[in-house]
């Protein structure tokens, strides 16, 4: 079945070490987006790409890192710089244009100690 | 203000009562998305409207494009509904979500 995948689903670091989350796609979908949740917020966009080797930054890209080196993997790299990493993630993807569904993964919890 | 707000923020309903979350938003749509996200923090996706209605088992999504309105309703609900239900605006794949409502069904 299609699908996207997001792992792992729960996460611990020590404060000041980078840490990397993954999420992959086998829906042949170009767009794929990551969002940050805090308790009691919506949702966040961090970064998203419309396609491979192409990304751009969204409204909380600060302290963040992504890649995009094959459509079907979009991993983001919380980094040391990051002030407030403790969050929940989730990756979505979609087709590139016009009104399509989008997927979203599990998530992934994200505990820095 | 927020571009989607939803309402009420958190709900506490008895088994077998009828839900209704709100979701009202500012910005233009492509969509209307209606997410489940459970206690573990998983989403899963309920439905995706751009016009008039959509039911699935005992969810029924409507969306009003010219109010920018949409509501989620659960009929017959159930201890097992128990989630944060969070709304999206789509425009063209720019999504804006709404805080949440945090749904709890008592048995």
């Known amino acids: 079945d299609g699908g996207i995948t997001q792992s792992p689903k729960y996460l611990f670091r020590k404060e000041g070490q980078n840490v990397t989350l993954s999420c992959e796609q086998n829906l042949n979908h170009d767009a794929m987006y990551w969002y940050r949740q805090d308790p009691g917020q919506g949702l966040r966009l961090i970064y998203y790409s419309q396609i491979v080797n192409d990304f751009q930054k969204g409204d909380i890209a600060e302290g963040y890192s992504v890649s995009r080196e094959k459509k079907e993997s979009f991993p983001l790299t919380v980094t040391s710089a990051q002030k407030n990493p403790t969050a929940f993630y989730l990756c979505a993807s979609s087709k590139r244009t016009g009104v399509t569904e989008a997927f979203f993964g599990q998530g992934t919890r994200l505990t820095v100690v | ?107």
């Open chain 2, 1 to 107: 203000k927020n571009e989607v707000e939803q309402s009420p923020q958190n709900l506490t309903a008895q088994e077998g009562e009828f839900i209704t979350i709100n979701c009202s938003y500012s910005v233009g749509i492509s969509a209307l998305h209606w997410l489940q996200q459970h206690p573990g923090g998983g989403i899963v996706s309920l439905f995706m409207l751009s016009s008039g209605k959509k039911k699935h088992g005992r969810l029924i999504a409507t969306i009003n494009i010219q109010e920018k309105h949409s509501s989620l309703h659960i009929t017959a609900s159930h201890p097992r509904d128990s989630a944060v239900y969070i709304c999206a605006a789509d425009n063209n794949n720019d999504m804006r979500f709404g805080a949440g409502t945090r749904l709890t069904v008592k048995p």
